[in-house]
């Protein structure tokens, strides 16, 4: 990719959607804002290149949180339209929380976007995360004392209900999206929430060029979580190796819980996410918070090595119990409502 304050030029737009040109249909998520209007123009040019490609449809969630959204979504359906694109507005209706908003927002417009995905027989969501944003993610998990995987922040390509999310833009900066808009002369929308500071993110966001002065600038950052990233799946191939390793069967062969003896000679990274995965299949209530996964480990640690190695606890809608030398991980049997 060229410098962060030039233009996206055609060749380097083929590689963003590099892969994609097989789809049937992809989702555009278009907010209005420059981020999203340039994955928009950049994508119909992409578009316009190929003999035969997906068919292009834009969505945009109007989450009602601000005067101006229904102006916005208009205004990108607008520029939908001029560039012969379909377009769709999808709002978000009902009451909304007073605390966690930003993640309720979230949730809502992923579910919304995957519904209009489906209507339309897409099988991706392109979304216009850029690499400011992967840097961000990596301090906002950072300072809440995420593990390894939450600090590998957000992934190029995931599931998300039932539809592939895409981020063709995250190792893009985001000055290159405004320079492309700039000399392509298309208008985006400037979203005041984005600099509230009642918010964690623009809140990071002003702290940034003092980050970059010290050398931590969303280059930098976004390598971290890329490294991170790497370190991860490494662990990860490691803990699937194991998992099948501990695993034991009963006559039938059924699974009868994991070799307590062998569980506590591996690595205590590897036992913490064997911990949770088992955790997070057979509970209810997940999935499990890092934290009370490792305050948990540190119990069945305790309760092994002593004589009997006996324990029995409940997280996440699982129970946790270990006794016989081995480790059983079980759904936990509803709670209780409360009573009148």
Not at 53 to 76: F, I, K, N, W, Y
Not at 106 to 124: F, K, M, N, S
Not at 228 to 242: H, I, M, P
Not at 257 to 272: H, N, Q, V, Y
């Amino acid at each position: 990719m060229s410098d962060d304050r030039s233009a996206i030029s055609a060749r380097d737009a083929k590689r963003l959607f590099a892969g994609l040109a097989s789809a049937p249909a992809l989702v555009l998520a278009v907010s209005g804002g420059p981020d999203s209007v340039a994955l928009l123009w950049l994508a119909v040019r992409w578009r316009r290149a190929l003999s035969r490609g997906p068919q292009l449809v834009a969505v945009t969630v109007d989450h009602g949180l601000r005067a101006e959204s229904a102006r916005e979504a208009r205004d990108v359906k607008r520029l939908a339209q001029s560039l012969d694109l379909p377009h769709r507005t999808l709002r978000w209706t009902g009451p909304k929380p007073r605390t966690g908003l930003p993640a309720a927002a979230r949730e809502a417009r992923y579910r919304l976007l995957a519904r209009a995905a489906r209507r339309h027989g897409a099988t991706h969501i392109l979304t216009a995360h850029t690499r400011d944003d992967q840097a961000e993610t990596l301090l906002m998990r950072l300072l809440r004392g995420s593990g390894i995987a939450g600090l590998s922040a957000m992934t190029r390509e995931t599931d998300r209900e039932g539809v592939r999310l895409m981020r063709p833009l995250l190792d893009v900066a985001k000055t290159q999206l405004i320079a492309t808009l700039q000399k392509a002369r298309i208008d985006f929308a400037d979203d005041p929430t984005n600099r509230d500071p009642a918010f964690t993110r623009p809140r990071l966001r002003a702290l940034m060029p003092a980050l970059a002065e010290e050398g931590a600038d969303a280059r930098n950052l976004a390598r971290l979580a890329a490294r991170l990233a790497r370190a991860n799946a490494a662990v990860e191939v490691l803990a699937d190796g194991a998992e099948h390793y501990l695993a034991l069967k009963d006559e039938s062969g059924a699974n009868a819980g994991i070799d307590a003896a062998l569980f506590t000679a591996m690595p205590e990274e590897i036992r913490l996410r064997l911990l949770k995965r088992a955790i997070d299949r057979a509970g209810h209530e997940g999935p499990a918070e890092l934290g009370k996964v490792e305050t948990l480990l540190a119990a069945l640690d305790r309760a092994l090595e002593e004589r009997g190695g006996r324990l029995k606890q409940t997280l996440a809608g699982a129970v946790i119990s270990a006794s016989g030398g081995r480790i059983r991980v079980t759904p936990a049997p509803p709670r209780r409502g409360r009573s009148a």
